[in-house]
């Protein structure tokens, strides 16, 4: 029997969450992100929405099978992970486009990487070969991501922060 009301909370925080980022920095990939240099491999923009989109409806259903297995008090350490790879992701939008801080977004997405390998890791036990269906494509991409926010890192240079000096 599926509990709508879990299996909705589970799809809507990720994929909201993901929206919520994407509307805050739209204005960014049009001017600012449009600025900087960019690999070849670097995909259009109008792909980011729909692949993301998959993605944190995948994670968030993958989150529900794993809650479906016991709720929290018996998945606590799986699904707290989960949240904790969220958070991190969910982190890297402001750093990126509102503070264009690359090498926080590079420590964050880095940390990521490794939060999303320690879900797989702790949902695998719980749902078996769905961890691996569902969030193996994230991972994927996840790498993909990471190798651009590095790229754009090393060959964007810093602007320097002005501080006002206190008299």
Same mark, same amino acid.
């Given at each position: ?14 994929? +909201? *969450?993901?929206? %919520?980022?994407?509307? $805050? ?9 449009? &600025? #900087? ?41 799986? +699904? *707290?992970?989960? %949240?904790?790879?969220? $958070? ?9 486009? &509102? #503070? ?61 922060? #002005? ?5």
């Amino acid at each position: 029997m599926v509990d709508a009301p879990a299996l909705a909370v589970a799809l809507v925080v990720p994929v +909201l *969450g993901g929206m %919520i980022g994407g509307f $805050a920095t739209a204005s960014q990939i049009k001017g600012w992100y449009a &600025t #900087l240099k960019k690999p070849w491999w670097n995909p259009p923009n109008w792909l980011f929405g729909p692949v993301w989109t998959c993605l944190y409806a995948a994670m968030g259903y993958a989150s529900y099978l794993v809650y479906e297995q016991g709720g929290f008090a018996k998945q606590a350490v799986p +699904l *707290g992970v989960y %949240i904790a790879q969220l $958070a991190l992701n969910f982190l890297w939008t402001p750093l990126f486009f &509102t #503070l264009h801080r690359f090498d926080l977004a590079t420590v964050d997405i880095l940390a990521m990487w490794g939060m999303i390998v320690a879900t797989i890791a702790t949902f695998y036990p719980v749902i078996g070969a769905w961890a691996l269906g569902l969030l193996i494509p994230y991972l994927a991409w996840v790498s993909y991501a990471s190798a651009l926010t590095i790229w754009i890192w090393r060959n964007n240079p810093a602007k320097p922060v #002005l501080v006002k000096k206190q008299e």
